[in-house]
């Protein structure tokens, strides 16, 4: 399920708003904040945004990751340590896996303060990161949030197992399969099953962020935000965009 607020009985230090606060909006029909961009001015400001618009911000990525490619990449350089203490500006938030094989920064050659960038095992989005989303799209400025998926992912083939032979996960890890389950589910089988599964996630993740109000939904309304799909092949290096646009 996705939310846009989250109270637990203690101070929502993000949204920097006092329980009681919200209660009394409640109370009076609506909520404190009249809108969901009233309390950004509470945050830290940084460096300003840098403006760049959503396709040039995927062609960043897909020259990132021709380099890369290339054996080519240019990224580290020392001297953004220093430049980046006082704010930074990433242009895109990555939704991108845990594995360990796929680290975004790598993948598309870019260095500090680049990318705003979110990792869980099966590259899926629940409340927490949905506002890690929001934030690097309302607060730091990114224009762009591309779901990246990979060949041959573990947790993407625990999800098929799940469906198939009906596996059970111990500890929490049956958390993470759960909500790559659908995705599963919405195939026919067959000997491809967890690599078209591994698309069909990023999709669905995809088509869940576009519908995600009110932040993501503003943005793609008014051409500031592009949310896209792309998967990694860990036996090349290369990442194909055209899954999900």
């Known amino acids: 399920m996705w939310y846009w607020i989250r109270i637990a009985g203690r101070q929502e230090e993000a949204a920097m708003i006092s329980r009681r606060s919200l209660l009394c909006g409640a109370g009076c029909g609506c909520l404190a904040i009249s809108s969901p961009f009233a309390a950004l001015p ?37 001297g953004r340590i220093h430049e980046l203490a ?6 895109a938030v990555i939704i991108a896996c845990s594995d360990s094989r796929t680290p975004p920064s790598a993948l598309f050659n870019r260095g500090l303060g680049d990318l705003f960038i979110i990792r869980v095992a099966g590259n899926t989005v629940d409340s927490s990161g949905l506002g890690s989303i929001e934030y690097g799209i309302s607060v730091l400025g990114a224009s762009l949030v591309l779901v990246l998926g990979h060949t041959h992912c573990g947790v993407v083939n625990a999800a098929v197992k799940a469906v198939t032979e009906k ?34 996630n990023v999709q669905r993740v995809v088509s869940r962020l576009k519908a995600a109000k009110p932040i993501v939904t503003k943005g793609l309304q008014d051409g500031s935000v592009k949310v896209a799909g792309a998967v990694y092949d860990i036996a090349t290096g290369k990442v194909d965009f055209g899954v999900a646009a």
């Open 167 to 200: 596996a059970k996960f111990p500890g929490s890890i049956g958390t993470i399969v759960a909500p790559i389950i659908p995705a599963v589910r919405s195939l026919k089988g067959g000997d491809d099953l967890a690599e078209r599964a591994v698309t069909a």
């Open 42 to 78: 509470a945050f830290a400001k940084g460096k300003p945004k840098r403006g760049i618009k959503p396709e040039k911000a995927l062609e960043l990525l897909k020259e990132g990751n021709a380099a890369f490619v290339q054996g080519a990449c240019t990224t580290g350089a020392p």
């Open 86 to 91: 006082d704010g930074r500006a990433p242009f």
